[in-house]
């Protein structure tokens, strides 16, 4: 069965380095999201992506956070300046089409943790 | 906007009682809701989906849903607990959009 990808499954940083969190959404999905869960929280939406546009930003996406597909097949969430509390679980999601019949199919997630 | 209201951060039920995890909605067009459970450092598996079709909804592990509109409520349930069923259930709505909506969670504990 397809699935969604993320690498890598844990990252450390440093805080104020850049990360690049990849994710390789289903082939043939042309929606795409990133979520966030800190530890002990709920999933929170972050940003939906399509037609290589942002087609949705929630107010933790701030200037500090960008996304990108630059290759046809991965879709990245880039974080400049990374903070302490960015640590967290990032989720990337795809989906085939909109509607309720398409479903969300979620990715395994990236652990960031930001010392 | 929408949103999900899960009531109760924690349930602890025996092996073999029944599982009741509730989930309230908010929305203002006709909601597409989900229940996933996610086992400790773990991704987001999915339960179950509605999506205006039939009201009681079968999903995986024996689990099932049933969307009340008058009661603006989706409650997960399953008749008879596994200690394999221990993890954490989200409720989410997604709108036309397709971003989902997550409710803060609900941990499971299954006692022997």
Not at chain 1, 1 to 17: A, I, K, L, N, Y
Not at chain 1, 49 to 61: G, L, Q
Request: charged fraction near 20%; proline fraction near 5%.
């Amino acid at each position: 069965e397809p699935e969604v990808t993320q690498t890598p499954s844990h990252q450390v940083t440093q805080m104020g380095q850049e990360v690049i969190l990849r994710c390789v959404p289903i082939s043939n999905h042309l929606y795409f999201y990133w979520y966030r869960q800190i530890l002990g929280q709920k999933v929170e939406f972050l940003v939906s992506f399509y037609n290589n546009e942002i087609s949705e930003k929630s107010e933790i996406f701030d200037d500090q956070f960008s996304v990108e597909r630059p290759d046809g097949s991965n879709f990245t969430l880039k974080i400049r300046s990374t903070k302490l509390e960015d640590s967290a679980m990032y989720f990337c999601a795809s989906r085939e089409g909109q509607g309720a019949v398409y479903e969300q199919y979620f990715g395994p997630g990236t652990r960031l943790t930001v010392t | 906007a929408q949103s999900v209201t899960q009531l109760g951060s924690h349930v602890s039920v025996s092996e073999g009682a029944l599982v009741l995890l509730r989930c309230n909605y908010s929305s203002s067009v006709p909601p597409y809701l989900f229940w996933y459970v996610q086992y400790p450092n773990q991704g987001l598996q999915l339960l179950l989906k509605y999506t205006s079709a039939a009201t009681l909804v079968k999903g995986i592990n024996g689990f099932e849903a049933e969307f009340k509109k008058s009661e603006t409520s989706f409650h997960l349930t399953k008749p008879s607990a596994h200690m394999s069923d221990a993890a954490e259930y989200f409720c989410a709505v997604s709108g036309p959009a397709g971003k989902s909506t997550f409710g803060d969670g609900t941990t499971l504990t299954v006692k022997p």
